[in-house]
């Protein structure tokens, strides 16, 4: 018994050291979620209609979008930098092109080339301008043609930066020493991997197939309640398969599957299940700010905002200069909720670098900051622009 007790106690010890201390912030999101629900019952059902709405609007929709993304990607198996590194007068386009795809993988690719001396600091710049990161998916899952619109002008955006940019310097500007397979193997290899146990990966493509058929209905504003036979039946799957994918994503090690490099897995399942986690989190993130904002001062936190529409462009860009795909998930999410007009959503995605700033910080520091801020003037220009134009 005692050596069962020491057993047990090495293990929870270990799951603590390796899971639960290095994601504080993360749990913190899952103590608040606790709180809000616990503090009364009528916020307790606006935190539980919030986290299902976001499972069951957006999360099997993103998980489907992002399922035929991959799958595409791995029977294409094209390697896409060397085809950059072959076209060298058209770089700016071919890495506008690959930071229009939805993601951040793209994007990573043309970072990763810059950091080892194969592409032009105008590529750089052009896929920074035309990359929308994970938020694309969101976009793209509940208003298509938007997201057509967006990808649209920020490909266009930033293949002409990235070639007015090379003109001005020339293609050698910055260039970084060139950096061998060896050791960006090292990086890669280095990288932390997220954790996904298998009985958690097959547990939560299991609660996938049911949320896509009860979100299609949802969709077609049928009552899935009367369908299933039991009252609250839809809200209680929905906020508890999301609130499965936020813990999973509060244990992993990082947030998505490109964190540094595009992971190195053939199991698209397991990439579809990280990253769809990670964009879920956002989202419940964005859901229950707006909806607790709403229950708390009791209007529509979307009026209120329209008083302040002419600084939204700007406050959208501001957002874009964050490193990662996190905030500008917000930032779609509160788009997609009414709340900020398309001219922030513009700005927002022309100035965003995704999750493809982080090795370019790392390794590529000085460049990295001066195309993000290279990048705030077409994310101005494009957001006031349209701003003026059409709204």
């Known amino acids: ?52 709405d976001a499972y069951l609007q957006v999360t099997v929709f993103v998980a489907a979008t992002l399922a035929l ?15 950059m590194a072959r076209r060298v007068g058209w770089q700016p386009a071919i890495a506008a092109v690959l930071g229009a795809l939805p993601g951040c993988g793209g994007a990573i690719v043309v970072v990763t080339q810059f950091t080892r001396g194969y592409a032009s600091f105008g590529a750089l710049i052009s896929v920074l301008v035309a990359t929308m990161g994970d938020a694309a998916f969101l976009l793209i899952a ?43 193997q090292a990086l890669a290899d280095a990288a932390p991997r997220p954790w996904l146990p298998d009985w958690s990966r097959h547990l939560w493509l299991a609660l996938l197939a049911p949320g896509l058929v009860l979100g299609a209905m949802i969709a077609l504003q049928m009552d899935s309640d009367a369908v299933i036979g039991i009252a609250g039946a839809t809200r209680w ?35 579809v299940v990280i990253d769809t986690n990670f964009v879920t989190a956002w989202v419940v993130a964005a859901f229950l700010t707006y909806e607790v904002a709403v229950f708390a001062f009791g209007a529509d936190v979307s009026v209120l905002f329209k008083g302040w529409a002419p600084i939204m462009p700007m406050v ?15 930032v779609t999410s509160l788009y997609l909720a009414g709340a900020i007009p398309f001219s922030a959503q513009l700005a927002n995605a022309i100035s965003n670098d995704g999750d493809a700033l982080f090795p370019a910080l790392a390794l590529a520091p000085r460049a990295a900051i001066l195309a993000t801020a290279y990048s705030a003037l077409p994310a101005l220009l494009i957001g006031y622009g349209w701003f003026f134009l059409f709204e």
């Open 1 to 52: 018994m005692t050596e069962l007790a020491l057993r047990s106690g090495r293990t929870l010890i270990a799951f603590w050291s390796a899971r639960l201390a290095p994601n504080g912030r993360k749990l913190a999101v899952l103590v608040l979620i606790a709180l809000l629900i616990s503090s009364s019952a009528d916020l307790a059902e606006v935190v539980m209609q919030a986290m299902s």
């Open 69 to 83: 993304f991959y799958s595409a990607e791995k029977m294409l198996n094209v390697d896409l930098g060397e085809v």
């Open 142 to 184: 509940r208003e298509p043609m938007s997201a057509l619109l967006v990808m649209a002008i920020s490909l266009s955006v930033g293949t002409l930066t990235g070639w007015i940019v090379d003109r001005i310097h020339g293609a050698d500007y910055m260039r970084a020493a060139v950096v061998s397979d060896a050791e960006q």
């Open 237 to 271: 799957f929905g906020f508890l398969s999301a609130a499965f994918c936020v813990v999973l994503w509060a244990l992993s090690g990082h947030g998505n599957s490109h964190v540094i490099c595009p992971i190195d897995t053939d199991q698209t399942g397991e990439r």
């Open 316 to 330: 959208g860009l501001l957002v874009g200069f964050v490193p990662g795909c996190g905030p500008q998930i917000v």
